[in-house]
Each structure stands twice: as structure tokens, then as C-alpha cells.
């Protein structure tokens, strides 16, 4: 009548295992978090006592206005676009995508943390106009235009997928598996969630366009 309430010896044993790895598995995940804040703390107190560096000779971006498509659009959305960009060229720019302020501090030193957070900004809104820009030069047929406008985006990091991919379907559209290879290698090396499977596709993408050509 007691059978059904005793546990098979082989059964116990792989519980006690389990209880004994788990604890050992929390135990040091409770010392990893330790000191992981322990490191975070060390570094904000760091950052907060970091000297100033000289700011006037960083890799500043500039944005290539000679060389963008400006006021062939027709759409006022487009010219709105080309003014902000023209502002936003006379702004210190740099690409500091994935930096924290702690980071930020510990670079560039504290008294400096608004103006280089205001470039950092600055920046980002410029991927995002890049984009805009692009898909308003598209809409009225200007492809090449839009691949200025795109090629400029990667060549400066740019953390906007669709900076890419909007790039990735204009190459494809032309039939240049060449560059969208280099598209590809270009993306691969980027530190950004998607680009992994974005350089992928885009590979993928520009093997079946060397395919397609090679048949015909």
C-alpha cells in the first residue's frame, strides 16, 4: 500500500544533483551581479572626477552637401529635409551609437557631457533625415540619388536598419551583386542586434543575382 509513495533511489539522486547545481548556479550569478555593480559603481565614480579632453580636433563627421541631390525634389517634405540637413552640417557630429553617459565621462570628461551627448544627438537625427531623404528622392523615381544619400549613412555606421535595407533593394533593383556583397561585409562588421542576419540576407540576395545573371 506504500509502493506508490516510494521515490526510486535513481530519482533522488538526480534531484539532489540538480538542487546542488542550481545552488551553486545562483550563488554565482549573486557574485557575478556583485560585481558587476561593483565595477558599474567603480566607473561612475570615475567618470565623475574625469578631466576634460580637448574636443577641437576630434574625427568630426561632415555631411557631403556637394555631393547629395538637394533641390531636385519637388515635395515640401523633401525641402524641409535638405534644410534640416543643411543646419545639422554646420553641427559637430559624431557617431556614438551604444555609449553611455558613463562612457561619455570617462572619454571625453564630465564638464563635457551635455556637449557631447548634443552631438551625439545631432547625429542621430541625421540617420534619421538620411532615411526620410532617401524615401522622398525614391518616391520621385531619383534611385541614384537615393544610393548618395544611403552610401553616405553606411559609410558612418549609421544604427538605422533601414538606412541599409533601403540601399540592399536599390542595389538589388540594378542588378549590382557586387555591391550589395559589399553591402553585406560592411554590415556583418557592424556591433548592432540585426546586422548579423541583415548581412546575411543581403548575401543571400546577391547570390541569387549572380545566378540570375550568370543563366542569362
Given at each position: ?76 517634405e523633401a525641402a524641409m529635409i535638405e534644410d534640416e540637413l ?110 548579423l542576419k541583415t548581412a546575411a540576407d543581403f548575401r543571400a ?12
Amino acid at each position: 500500500m506504500y509502493a506508490a509513495f516510494i521515490i526510486p533511489y535513481p530519482t533522488v539522486i538526480v534531484a539532489l544533483i540538480f538542487a546542488v547545481v542550481l545552488v551553486v548556479r545562483l550563488k554565482s550569478l549573486s557574485r557575478k551581479q556583485k560585481g558587476d555593480m561593483q565595477s558599474f559603481w567603480d566607473r561612475e565614480r570615475e567618470a565623475a572626477v574625469a578631466p576634460s579632453a580637448d574636443l577641437s580636433n576630434l574625427p568630426y563627421i561632415t555631411i557631403p552637401l556637394d555631393k547629395f541631390p538637394l533641390g531636385i525634389c519637388e515635395s515640401d517634405e523633401a525641402a524641409m529635409i535638405e534644410d534640416e540637413l543643411r543646419a545639422l552640417a554646420t553641427h559637430r557630429l559624431l557617431n556614438l551609437t551604444g555609449k553611455t553617459n558613463t562612457d561619455l565621462r570617462l572619454a571625453y570628461g564630465a564638464a563635457n557631457i551635455k556637449t557631447m551627448q548634443q552631438i551625439s544627438d545631432d547625429f542621430d537625427r541625421v540617420t534619421v533625415l538620411l532615411v526620410d531623404y532617401a524615401k522622398a528622392l525614391l518616391e520621385e523615381g531619383h534611385t541614384d540619388g537615393a544610393a548618395t544619400v544611403l552610401e553616405f549613412g553606411a559609410r558612418e555606421k549609421t544604427d538605422m536598419r533601414s538606412n541599409y535595407t533601403l540601399l540592399a533593394d536599390i542595389y538589388e533593383s540594378q542588378g549590382q551583386a557586387g555591391k550589395l556583397l559589399s553591402l553585406a561585409d560592411s554590415v556583418e562588421a557592424l556591433d548592432y542586434p540585426w546586422a548579423l542576419k541583415t548581412a546575411a540576407d543581403f548575401r543571400a540576395h546577391a547570390e541569387a543575382l549572380k545566378n540570375e545573371n550568370f543563366s542569362e
